[in-house]
């Protein structure tokens, strides 16, 4: 696909979203990282999932269910294969943050023993931190946390520091939804595991926005939502190495996830539905393989480029005000399309309050990332992310209501 803005609003036609309006004004939506648009396509696609074969899976043995039944596994190969797995790979979770609860949960509470190394990173969204710290504590493991150096790039001094004590399990982000920082998981999966340890990828901000596959990087489990990614709410997957998920414990227990239940003896499900209890969101499965469709029609490396462009476009703009501090590294190589930043004096608050009468809509807060607020000793930062409806426009009109918030509230 060529870059042109003729492009983006072909894709603004489908998502219904923009024809809204946000307190009067045009809407310039700037907090994908929080949650994507959905296009009519995937609307469209639940809606059918309910109008048509609307049943429960597995379970039916008439023509609709077997339908039903038909179209969540078709989801589910869709959906692998565009991360580069094998059906069976992938398990349905509710989100990113489930996924990597039921890695801490199952593989950890089978493998890691008092003593252990677990490592993650100071630059993780809460939901790839705290399964971890809860499992460090419970079993009393140790902690160790990569350092994340003033540039906004994980510390490969402290990475290999942390690599060196032995751990058995090493969880770190693709992407920042902070700094925006792309890690080079790759790289890293392969030190994590001439290091002897599992690697733990969160792709959550790096599947919807350039080319990912697991096998290519060679990472034991992956992590990532559907809502991200143009998908419906509630539905998202765990990529999980076959052997791996084939050892491993239940999470959840209930329906599915049985092959037969007797009073003295259960035997679990195969792999994936052993860790898939009770009735899936079917819907949702439906939705995020056409939300992958959609994707594929722009192709991943469109996505990546066209994000680059408006990132390195909003970034040139922003480095030029004094009173604006920018988070992250400034190379466009080396990061996504999320922007954290302050003004300075004003809360990140105030920023997102402001913007919003101009009808822009961004994030502020700590981002479910506080270890990374204590880092640049900020309580919170206003956050800008893009993604493929958005062009230099909007770029602009972020740019206008920073000046605005600047006129507020009279900083220099
Ligand atoms: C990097 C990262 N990981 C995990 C998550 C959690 O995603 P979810 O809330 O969909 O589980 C997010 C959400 O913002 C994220 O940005």
Known sequence: MVETSENVQKIRRDFPIFSRLENGKRLVYLDSAATSQRPVQVINAVRRFYEQMNSNVHRGLYEMSEEA????????????????????????????????????????????????????????????????????????????????????????????????????????????????????????????????????????????????????????????????????????GLYGRYELLEAMPPFLTGGEMIKEVHIGEVNWNDVPYKFEAGTPNVEGAIGLSEAVNYLRSLGMDWVRSHEKELTAYALSLMVKESSVQVYGPLDVEKRGGVISFNVDGVHAHDVAQILDTEGIAIRSGHHCAMPVMDRYGIPAAARASFYIYNDKEDVEALIKGIEKVKRVFSVE
């Open 69 to 236: 039944t038909q179209a969540y596994e078709d989801a589910r190969s869709n959906i692998a294969s565009f991360i580069g797995a094998k059906p069976e790979e992938l398990v349905f979770t509710r989100n990113a943050t489930e996924a990597l609860n039921l890695v801490a949960y199952s593989w950890g509470r089978a493998n890691v023993r008092e003593g252990d190394v677990i490592v993650t990173t100071e630059m993780e969204h809460h939901s790839n931190f705290l399964p971890w710290k809860l499992l460090a504590t419970e079993k009393n493991a140790k902690l160790e946390v990569v350092k994340i150096t003033d540039e906004g790039l994980l510390d490969e001094d402290s990475l290999d520091e942390k690599l060196k004590l032995g751990p058995k399990i090493v969880a770190f982000t693709h992407a920042s939804n902070v700094l925006g920082t792309i890690n080079d998981a790759k790289g890293i999966a392969k030190r994590v595991k001439d290091a002897g340890a599992i690697c733990v990828l969160d792709g959550a901000q790096s599947v919807p926005h350039m080319p990912v596959s697991v096998k290519e990087i060679g990472c034991d489990f992956m992590a990532f939502s559907g809502h991200k990614m143009l998908g419906p709410m509630g539905i998202g």
